[in-house]
């Protein structure tokens, strides 16, 4: 629904940057980081998302093959939510019931879907970013992942919000 | 405690600015939104607080009559808290106990209450505004929150974020 | 391993400080906050952390003989972690046995481990606050506390803030 026409319609300078470190896999929390990324795109901002800890889990691909893992990381991959669409709630999620009447909810009143937010985050140029260190505790691999994601350390993070005006923790 | 005259006394310019974004509605994130708020304010800055998703029902008036909702968002309605003083706490809440204790403290103590923190900080002139795809999500109304709250979308706070220089995810 | 050097590589200019409000005291998310304090320190930055509410248990020495507290804050002092070792997940903790497996982990790809992080932190010049009114909710005394923690209130904690271009709330 927004496309890279939007981000060219204002000059983005340095000034306009806006980064968000995605520590959360709550689906409720990823959901206002992407509501705010896309939000700034369209305003002209450059974002980049910082996805780490359990955060990494939004961008698992839920139809992957599971890439080779030890036994620790198998365990790890199998509990924690695989891609945007398994997330819950931080809170009322009853079991996925919460959730279900949420998703119910954004459906009627045309609010578009964490899924549909992400693609058009990356269409628009959003850069995800998968933190190293966290995939390795985690466990989880690149090949795993939805396509576009891109890998770094806590240096690319702080090289970003250094020239960010806009820089959260969510 | 705080009034208006804090405010006048520096002078406020744009890069003054501070925005929280308030996601959560456990009482103490709220409690230190609205510390940091009213901190902020009497130190001369401009100062607006997003309520968006969970946050929402700290702004909800105890004493309002339910507005005309649907049945899914009467059930929502229900289960949340309604305003300030039905927050828990995030951790050792303990069914009311610990958050009663911390209550208790806080009276010892002569440490504002959360109610009079959010009374203080509408008086000196703080922005609370309540997201508006976040009320729709959670099916509350306008009229059954405290006085003074206006609403906005994402683009209303990104544009008071873009001339902030503290942005705070709580 | 990052010792003070790593700091005077590059010049310090007020635009480059950054400060982390601490909230909470799990164990993933304080270990974000000092994995981002080191790097930032790494690259030329000063850093203040400011530990508020949970946040406070990951400065408490696990060694240190019981300050004298009241009941209540002995109740919450005993049922409150003692120090960074002592901290739990924020997900998948069951019951210590998921923070085990993330500590074996972190030991076999040879991440620092909290303390360690904490300790390089400290040694390197990052300041650690204490937030004064928080101690008095919590009943945590200053001599609880690890060597060389600072006191603080909100007015220092926006002061730090009021220059700082990264400022993030964990």
């Known amino acids: 629904k927004r496309g890279p026409s939007a981000v060219q319609n204002t000059p983005s300078d340095l000034s306009k940057k806006k980064t968000i470190v995605v520590f959360s896999s709550d689906f409720d929390k990823v959901m206002a980081a ?4 896309n939000g700034a795109l369209a305003m002209g901002s450059d974002v980049t998302l ?6 990494l889990n939004a961008l698992r691909n839920k139809n992957c ?6 036994m620790i990381e198998s365990m790890f991959g199998f509990m924690m939510p695989r891609g945007a669409e398994k997330l819950s709630l ?3 999620n009853m079991g996925g019931m919460g959730l279900r009447m949420i998703k119910g909810i954004m459906k009627k009143k045309n609010v578009a879907s964490l899924s549909e937010l992400i693609a058009s985050a990356q ?4 850069r995800l970013v998968a933190c190293t260190m966290s995939m390795d505790l985690m466990g989880i691999k690149k090949e795993e992942m939805i396509d576009g994601v891109e890998t770094g350390g806590v240096a690319m993070y702080l090289q970003q919000a250094e020239s960010g005006n806009v820089n ?3």
């Open 34 to 37: 992407f509501v705010i990324a």
């Open 50 to 55: 910082f996805f780490t800890f359990w955060g």
């Open 65 to 70: 093959e599971p890439a080779r893992k030890n």
């Open 90 to 92: 931080s809170k009322m």
């Open 123 to 126: 269409a628009s140029g959003v």
């Open 168 to 170: 959260l923790f969510i």
